[in-house]
């Protein structure tokens, strides 16, 4: 995985996140970084409410399904997900979950576990280079995933960002220079 712009135009591209996303997203995102990151690092797993949110942040679509999960099930597999030290138990265990994909998984490991995991989406598979990405989130597999986050926390890394202000950043320039046509994770 190769980055699409040099390392020290990552801030530029945060920063151009900022500037040309709506308000109402960037709202509904700052609510999920400081109130339910905050809430489920120090609890440790994550409720019905806070899994049906950030789910929805990520696709509104699996809502529904995301919703059919119980509560029990819900604490225990992401209690599970956020204590282990095994990474590929983490990551996969929560596609146990109704409606949670590989990038939903990456996003409750983003905002579960902060600085450590990028978010799983096609913009930013995009700008390292990877111009066709599995389409359906059912051909993820963990090589390929624990690859791209050892990737993301290298190029963070390198440019002295957290991991959310890399992970805006490669969003940022694939929504600027990405063909329209490209489908979306």
């Known amino acids: 995985m190769q980055l699409k712009f040099p390392v020290s135009e990552i801030q530029t591209w945060y920063l151009r996140y900022f500037k040309e996303s709506r308000p109402v997203d960037l709202v509904h995102e700052a609510r999920i970084e400081t109130v339910t990151a905050l809430e489920v690092c120090a609890r440790g797993w994550y409720t019905k409410a ?3 949110e950030v789910c929805r942040w990520k696709n509104p679509r699996s809502q529904a399904r995301v919703g059919q999960n119980p509560e029990s099930f819900i604490q225990s597999v992401t209690a599970s997900a956020l204590s ?3 990474e590929r138990l983490r990551i996969e265990v929560l ?3 109704e409606g949670v994909s590989w990038p939903a998984a990456s996003l409750l490991l983003h905002f579960g576990i902060p600085n ?3 978010v799983l989406d096609s913009r930013s598979l ?3 280079s990877i111009d066709n990405p599995p389409v359906s989130a059912q051909y993820f597999q963990y090589e390929f995933w624990w690859e791209y986050t050892q ?3 290298n190029l963070a890394k390198e440019a002295g960002v957290s991991m959310r202000s890399l ?3 490669l969003w940022q320039y694939a929504r600027v220079n990405q063909r ?3 489908p979306h994770v």
Do not use: G, H
Request: hydrophobic share 35%; proline share 8%.
């Open 95 to 97: 596609t146990l979950l």
């Open 116 to 118: 450590l995991y990028p």
């Open 151 to 153: 990737t993301c926390r």
């Open 126 to 128: 995009w700008s390292l």
């Open 50 to 52: 806070e899994l049906v």
């Open 84 to 86: 282990t030290s095994d």
């Open 180 to 182: 329209p046509s490209y």
């Open 167 to 169: 992970d805006r950043a």
